[in-house]
């Protein structure tokens, strides 16, 4: 798929996603394509929190979706789990194919809305965003201390979190 290709099947993704999006005050900003990385990446953004979605290069395929704030970030199925809606999740990643895909057969773009619909209150609480954010990255760190430390501090430095995802910084 061109990288062309690949930014159009994001940014439909994104309008499909706004009407859910938007009234909770998210904003969709489209990133510029990576040289070298097989994404194209676009964040949902309000205030210094951000819901972070990505297409593969390879098909259109949705990638990891994140919520991150300046202090880290989650999965989908972490925030999902956190807020206690792991069984009435609709969407799954798949790490060996790098791939989100639905529970139930269909687009993965449904499940998404499915999901976020679920998370509305949580999403549009920036403190409850920014607890949860923060008490995953705690998580992460007691189970593996050196992967998260050096993490947090490439994340830091890059303005970057993992996957070259943006992550929105302290001004």
Do not use: W
Request: hydrophobic share 40%; net charge neutral.
């Amino acid at each position: 798929m061109s990288a062309k290709a690949c930014h159009e099947a994001l940014c439909a993704a994104g309008e499909r996603l706004d009407p859910i999006l938007a009234p909770l005050g998210y904003v969709f900003e489209p990133d510029e394509m990576i040289p070298g990385v097989p994404l194209a990446t676009a964040l949902f953004v309000r205030g210094k929190q951000a819901i972070n979605i990505n297409y593969s290069r390879s098909g259109t395929r949705l990638g990891v979706v994140m919520y991150v704030n300046a202090g880290g970030g989650m999965h989908h199925d972490q925030l999902m789990r956190a807020l206690g809606l792991a069984d009435r999740q609709l969407l799954a990643f798949e790490e060996a194919e790098l791939r989100s895909f639905s529970h139930v057969g269909g687009d993965p773009i449904d499940a998404l809305i499915a999901d976020l619909t679920l998370a509305a209150p949580a999403l549009q609480d920036p403190a409850r965003m920014d607890e949860l954010i923060a008490r995953n990255m705690e998580r992460h760190a007691r189970e593996h201390p050196k992967h998260a430390a050096h993490n947090h501090s490439d994340r830091k430095r890059s303005g970057r979190g993992r996957f070259g995802k943006r992550v929105p910084r302290d001004h």
